[in-house]
C-alpha cells in the first residue's frame, strides 16, 4: 500500500497501450490531426486527447466515463488510466461509445435482479427491512460509517439489512462477509443530469425500491437526493444521513438548474433528517419547507473493526518492522490527499521547523493519489527529506478491507495525529486517533468542535495557519509531558462521545418512530 508513484510516463503508457481499450488505428483515423502532429497516438491521447474528450476506442466513452465520476474529472485525471489503475478495483464500469449500457451488464436485468433477491428475504414484523442506499462502496469516511451503522443493526436482528449502491467497490465484500445481501443498480446523481431521460432513471429506482418494499430506506449522503425521492415514490419511510458541511446555498450548484431544484425539493420528502454534527444540522435546517424531524446522531465506530488486525501485535516491534527509531516522533495524517482537507497546511508547518527536530520526525501521510494536490504535497516531502532530514511514509488511499492492517499498524505507531480539514461533519478519523490514545492537533471544522476540546483533548489552530500548527507541533515533538497530557484527556473525552452501541440504538429508534 506503500505509495508508487510513477516518476515517468512510460508504465502509463504500457498500462493503456496493452489494456486492450485502446485502438491505435482507429484513433489515428478519428482523430487526423494526431498524424498532422507525429505524435504516437497513446501519448496524444494520455497527454492531449483525454483532456479533449477523446475515446481511445469505441469499447471506452471517455465522456460517459467522466459525467459518472465527478471525481475524476475534478482531478483532471485521464479517465482510461484511472480506471485501469483504480477504477477497476473499485468496481467501476466503463462505457461503449455507441451504447449508453454499462460494460458490466447496466440496468435492464435490474428487475429481474431485485425480484430474485427478494424472494430470498425473509421480513416478518419482528425483522423489518432496512435498506441502505450507500453513494459508493469505497474505503472512505462516509461509505465505511454506512457499513458499520448496516452492520450493526443487521447483527442485533431488530431490522434486516440489504445494501443499495450504483457502483461496487471494496466494501462489497465487507458487507457479503457480514451477511447482507446487496443490488448495484448503476443509477447515479449523474443519470439525473439528462433533462430528457432523469425521470425514466427515477422510475427505474422507484420501481427498485418497490419490489423490494423495505420499510425504511436508509439514504447516505447529499449526493443521494434522487435515491429519497425514488423512495418516497415507492411508498417507504425515509432517513436521509446527511454528512455533508458544505455551504447550502451553493452546494448542488455542480448540478445543472433543472436537478438543482430537483435536490433541493428532497428535502422535504424525508421523514427524518439525520445529521452527523450539530454544526451541520444548523447549516441545513433552512433548506426544507415543511415540518420535518431533524436529528443529530453523532458518529460511533466498531473500534474492533480496527484493533482486529493487530492481534498479537505489540508497538515496539511493529515501529521496528517500519524503520522508526525509539526516539522518532511519528506525526499521523490521514485522509485523502486534496484541497479539501489541507495537507499543504501540515508541509508549510515543517518548513518551519529546525532540521534538529525535524531529523527526529517521521511523517506518515495516508491518502494519495494521482491528483496534482496529491503530487505538490508528495514532492514537498521529498524536499523536505533531501534538505532537512525528515522522514516520511507516503501511503495510498486505502482500496480493500485487508489494507486497513496497515492503517492500524500506523495508528499504533503513531506519536501525533495532525488533521488538517476545512470541511468535515464529524469526521471518524478523529474518534480512531482518540482510540488510540494520540493526541491531536486540529482545525476547529464544523463537528471537531463538538469531539474535542481546546486545550484539553487536542490543540487548535485556524485553516491555513502554518505558523500556528508549527508552534503546536513543536511543542508536541519537545515534550513528551505535552503528549500524554492531551492523550488521558483525549480519553476522557472520547468516554463523554457517543459510542458504537449508543449511536445504533439511536438509528434504531428513528426507524421505529418513522415506520
Not at 3 to 29: H, M, N, R, T
Not at 383 to 405: D, H, K, M, P, Y
Not at 474 to 497: D, P
Request: glycine content about 6%; hydrophobic content about 40%; aromatic content about 10%.
Amino acid at each position: 500500500m506503500t505509495l508508487k508513484y510513477s516518476e515517468s510516463p512510460a508504465q502509463d503508457i504500457l498500462a493503456i497501450k496493452s489494456s486492450g481499450f485502446f485502438d491505435e488505428k482507429w484513433y489515428v483515423e478519428n482523430y487526423p490531426d494526431v498524424g498532422k502532429l507525429k505524435m504516437d497516438p497513446v501519448e496524444h491521447f494520455l497527454w492531449i486527447g483525454g483532456r479533449m474528450g477523446r475515446n481511445p476506442s469505441l469499447r471506452f466513452s471517455t465522456k460517459a466515463y467522466l459525467s459518472e465520476y465527478d471525481d475524476v474529472s475534478r482531478a483532471r485525471l485521464n479517465p482510461l488510466l484511472h480506471y485501469l489503475k483504480w477504477g477497476k478495483k473499485e468496481g467501476r464500469v466503463v462505457f461503449e461509445v455507441k451504447s449508453s449500457v454499462t460494460s458490466s451488464g447496466g440496468t435492464e436485468d435490474l428487475t429481474t435482479r431485485v425480484v430474485a433477491l427478494k424472494e430470498t428475504l425473509r421480513p416478518t414484523a419482528d425483522a423489518p427491512i432496512v435498506l441502505y442506499e450507500s453513494h459508493n462502496l469505497k474505503m472512505q469516511g462516509a461509505p465505511s460509517s454506512l457499513f458499520e451503522i448496516a452492520s450493526g443493526v443487521h447483527r442485533r436482528g431488530k431490522y434486516q439489512a440489504v445494501l443499495s449502491s450504483n457502483t461496487p467497490g471494496p466494501l462489497s465484500l465487507s458487507y457479503d462477509e457480514a451477511g447482507i445481501r446487496t443490488i448495484v443498480h448503476s443509477i447515479s446523481q449523474n443519470r439525473m443530469k439528462d433533462p430528457k431521460n432523469y425521470e425514466s432513471w427515477l422510475s427505474r429506482l422507484t420501481d427498485h425500491y418497490r419490489i423490494l418494499g423495505p420499510a425504511v430506506c436508509h439514504i447516505n449522503t447529499l449526493q443521494n437526493f434522487h435515491s429519497v425521492i425514488a423512495a418516497k415514490r415507492a411508498g417507504s419511510a425515509v432517513v436521509w444521513n446527511v454528512r455533508e458541511s458544505e455551504a447550502p446555498e451553493s452546494y448542488y450548484d455542480y448540478l445543472p438548474e433543472h436537478v438543482r431544484a430537483l435536490a433541493y425539493s428532497a428535502f422535504d420528502m424525508a421523514d427524518a433528517m439525520v445529521f452527523v454534527a450539530n454544526s451541520t444540522r444548523l447549516l441545513w435546517e433552512n433548506y426544507w419547507q415543511r415540518p420535518v424531524r431533524a436529528f443529530t446522531v453523532h458518529n460511533g465506530i466498531s473500534i474492533d473493526r480496527m484493533m482486529r488486525p493487530l492481534y498479537g501485535a505489540s508497538r515496539s516491534v511493529l515501529r521496528a518492522s517500519h524503520g522508526l527509531r525509539d526516539t522518532d516522533i511519528v506525526i499521523l495524517s490521514v485522509g485523502t490527499v486534496c484541497d479539501r482537507k489541507g495537507q499543504k497546511d501540515l508541509l508549510g508547518a515543517l518548513r518551519r521547523l529546525s532540521s534538529d527536530l525535524l531529523s527526529k520526525t517521521v511523517v506518515a501521510m495516508v491518502g494519495f493519489n494521482e491528483s496534482e494536490y496529491a503530487i505538490e504535497v508528495l514532492q514537498g516531502l521529498k524536499n523536505l527529506q533531501n534538505t532537512s532530514g525528515l522522514r516520511f511514509i507516503a501511503v495510498e488511499e486505502t482500496q480493500a478491507e485487508e489494507e486497513r492492517r496497515l492503517l492500524s499498524e500506523l495508528y499504533l505507531c503513531g506519536d501525533v495525529f495532525a488533521f488538517c480539514s476545512r470541511i468535515e461533519s464529524y469526521p471518524r478519523v478523529i474518534i480512531e486517533a482518540l482510540e488510540f490514545g494520540l493526541p491531536i492537533v486540529s482545525t476547529p471544522c464544523f463537528g471537531v468542535k463538538e469531539q474535542l476540546e481546546d486545550g484539553s483533548s487536542g490543540l487548535f489552530y485556524p485553516e491555513g495557519d502554518a505558523d500556528v500548527l508549527a508552534g503546536h507541533l513543536k511543542e508536541m515533538i519537545e515534550s513528551k509531558h505535552l503528549r500524554t497530557k492531551l492523550s488521558e484527556g483525549g480519553r476522557r473525552r472520547l468516554a463523554m462521545l457517543n459510542s458504537y452501541d449508543e449511536m445504533l440504538d439511536a438509528y434504531e429508534r428513528i426507524y421505529e418512530a418513522i415506520i
